[in-house]
């Protein structure tokens, strides 16, 4: 912290608190939780099945949109889904990957949480862009 | 369960939080929220203003608005806007929030994702 004369408060720059975060950021790249994370993100990235299981559910998606949002799914439509969705969600790669994402975001949350309390606000809801966004 | 966090970890939260509370835009925050929990003329305003529109929304609901609530909201609006205590901690809240997306903004940068996003509990924010 900068000790900038104003009266008795110490106050710490924009500089130093920017610092402060990156070696907080650092400290949590160095977990065991972001480290299986940033793993598991890669080899799902460079899995070829995971890959093309991804592609074929996102597309399916994407031309049943304007029926998916008025509710309006035929079974067959939504059976189709539900078959593309398991095919995506049973490879090996992409259970690692979301298991990863699990620990890492029990460990953010407890973070966030800590911070919250300590800053008297919501950190989560402070830096989303508007509310659930 | 609760998450223990390794002694690094909690050392570097230790000291993010403190520079973040030592910084100018908190601790103007933190100065306007005592203000305001402290002045109970503005605090009287907030809660007629809050009475209000829980009445106003109610009205809304089962159309018995009438153009007097109304022109009264919008005084209790006014009155609470050129409240200088109230108008700071808004001010002062607005400001805070935007340092705290640029910190988290550097944070972001090292990680690659929205560490905020990861942080948020489930439920509305």
């Known amino acids: 912290m900068n000790n900038q004369g104003n009266e008795d408060i110490e106050i710490a720059s924009t500089s130093i608190v920017k610092q402060a975060a990156r070696d907080f950021a650092t400290a949590l790249a160095e977990t065991p939780q972001f480290k299986a994370f940033d793993l598991a993100a890669y080899a799902f990235r460079n899995d070829q099945a995971a890959q093309q299981a991804i592609q074929a559910l996102q597309q399916k998606q994407q031309s049943l949109r304007p029926l998916m949002q008025l509710n309006a799914l035929s079974n067959i439509q939504r059976e189709e889904l539900q078959e593309l969705q398991s095919a995506f969600t049973s490879q090996p790669v992409v259970q690692e990957y979301f298991s990863a994402q699990a620990e890492l975001t029990k460990l953010c949350q407890a973070l966030g949480d800590e911070l919250s309390e300590a800053i008297g606000l919501n950190y989560a809801a402070a830096c989303a862009a508007s509310c659930c966004g | ?125």
């Open chain 2, 1 to 125: 369960m609760e998450t223990i966090l390794c002694p690094t970890m909690q050392e570097a939260t230790n000291v993010f939080i403190s520079n973040l509370l030592a910084s100018e835009d908190f601790i103007r925050y933190h100065q306007s929220q005592t203000l305001l929990d402290h002045d109970s003329t503005a605090q009287a305003l907030l809660n007629q203003l809050s009475q209000a529109q829980t009445d106003l929304r109610k009205k809304q609901a089962d159309s018995s608005l009438s153009r007097d609530e109304i022109d009264s909201l919008r005084v209790l609006q006014t009155q609470a806007q050129e409240n200088d205590v109230i108008s700071g901690y808004a001010n002062a809240q607005q400001d805070v929030i935007k340092f705290l997306r640029e910190i988290n903004d550097e944070i972001n940068q090292l990680l690659g994702f929205d560490f905020a996003s990861f942080t948020k509990r489930s439920g509305c924010c």
